[in-house]
């Protein structure tokens, strides 16, 4: 199996595609079946070759409603909710305390849109974010060094670097959005930020999933 291989083995990495637009599908299977899996399939290969294709339409469903809803911020509130396509069922102990790390920053991540105008609070979530940034790359390097000994293949290896790469590039745009946003104040480039680690942090999850497999 090729890395690319790899990759169609599984769905995108889309929050807006796995808790709003799924959510949605799965209702409409209950009457129609084939209906269902004909657009699930067809918006994950639009996301796919899209990326961000989803939430462009959500965005217009919205916009053409009228409807006065912030969907950066509502998405980083769904955030803290469990989705089964970003949880690591693993059995193994290392992979149970990465999901919970995992798990742990995207909630706190997703309190910041009720924190974030009051200045004590947030200043408090900063430090919890940087504490549960640090406690997910220990969780990562520990999956990494547990699995190196039993012949991690190496476009697994290549990946699940890459991913922790990305996602240290991503906590440092985070923590420079957070400087900027002190000096004007634009909260919805916060809620991008976090947005896109939050996004960076299920691909870990989803990388994860066949580790050492």
Same mark, same amino acid.
Do not use: W
């Given at each position: 199996?090729?890395?690319?291989?790899?990759?169609?083995?599984?769905?995108?990495?889309?929050?807006?595609?796995?808790?709003?637009?799924?959510?949605?599908?799965?209702?409409?299977?209950?009457?129609?079946?084939?209906?269902?899996?004909?657009?699930?399939?067809?918006?994950?290969?639009?996301?796919?070759?899209?990326?961000?294709?989803?939430?462009?339409?959500?965005?217009?469903?919205?916009?053409? %409603?009228?409807?006065?809803?912030?969907?950066?911020?509502?998405?980083?509130?769904?955030?803290?909710?469990?989705?089964?396509?970003?949880?690591?069922?693993?059995?193994?102990?290392?992979?149970?305390?990465?999901?919970?790390? %995992?798990?742990?920053?995207?909630?706190?991540?997703?309190?910041?849109?009720?924190?974030?105008?009051?200045? %004590?609070?947030?200043?408090?979530?900063?430090?919890?974010?940087?504490? %549960?940034?640090?406690?997910?790359?220990?969780?990562?390097?520990?999956?990494?060094?547990?699995?190196?000994?039993?012949?991690?293949?190496?476009?697994?290896?290549?990946?699940?670097?890459?991913?922790?790469?990305?996602?240290?590039?991503?906590?440092?745009?985070?923590?420079?959005?957070?400087?900027?946003?002190?000096?004007?104040?634009?909260?919805?480039?916060?809620?991008?930020?976090?947005?896109?680690?939050?996004?960076?942090?299920?691909?870990?999850?989803?990388?994860?999933?066949?580790?050492?497999?």
């Amino acid at each position: 199996m090729t890395m690319d291989d790899d990759n169609d083995a599984s769905s995108v990495v889309s929050l807006p595609l796995h808790v709003v637009m799924f959510p949605v599908l799965d209702e409409l299977q209950k009457t129609n079946l084939s209906e269902a899996q004909t657009l699930r399939a067809a918006f994950n290969k639009a996301e796919k070759e899209n990326p961000g294709i989803t939430q462009d339409l959500i965005s217009g469903i919205i916009k053409s %409603a009228s409807t006065d809803v912030n969907i950066t911020e509502s998405l980083l509130r769904l955030a803290a909710y469990d989705c089964e396509e970003y949880t690591l069922t693993r059995p193994e102990t290392e992979f149970k305390k990465l999901n919970h790390r %995992a798990r742990s920053l995207k909630q706190i991540l997703s309190k910041i849109p009720d924190e974030i105008h009051d200045r %004590a609070k947030f200043l408090q979530t900063i430090k919890d974010i940087a504490s %549960a940034i640090k406690d997910l790359l220990d969780s990562v390097n520990e999956v990494f060094k547990k699995h190196q000994a039993h012949q991690l293949l190496e476009h697994k290896k290549q990946m699940l670097e890459h991913q922790k790469k990305e996602f240290v590039k991503y906590s440092k745009s985070f923590s420079d959005t957070l400087k900027t946003y002190f000096k004007d104040g634009k909260s919805d480039n916060v809620f991008i930020s976090a947005n896109r680690l939050i996004n960076q942090t299920n691909t870990i999850l989803k990388t994860s999933k066949t580790i050492g497999q």
